[in-house]
């Protein structure tokens, strides 16, 4: 756990605390289409970071802790389908 880079674990935290407030504690987990949505989502903030852009518009965080979010849900997700098979 503590080869997790700090900066980039804390952004990521801000990012899941907007997401709650917004959406609602764990929320992620009930979006239909889920695995589609989410590597969507995950591919449009890494977009804005290859066009040079590192902060989301409307909160203000990191791309990069956006899609480490995405992906995160996405994994967290699949890896539960692999343990409960």
């Not at 952004?11 to 709650?20: H, I, P, Y």
């Not at 970071?49 to 992906?71: F, K, P």
């Amino acid at each position: 756990m503590d080869l997790i880079p700090p900066l980039m674990e804390l952004e990521t935290a801000k990012v899941l605390s907007v997401g709650a407030i917004k959406y609602h504690e764990d929320n992620w987990r009930q979006v239909p289409d889920l695995r589609r949505r989410y590597i969507a989502a995950a591919r449009r903030h890494i977009n804005a970071l290859s066009q040079g852009i590192m902060l989301d518009d409307e909160t203000g965080l990191h791309h990069a802790a956006h899609a480490v979010c995405c992906l995160m849900f996405l994994g967290e997700v699949e890896l539960e389908a692999l343990i409960t098979e």
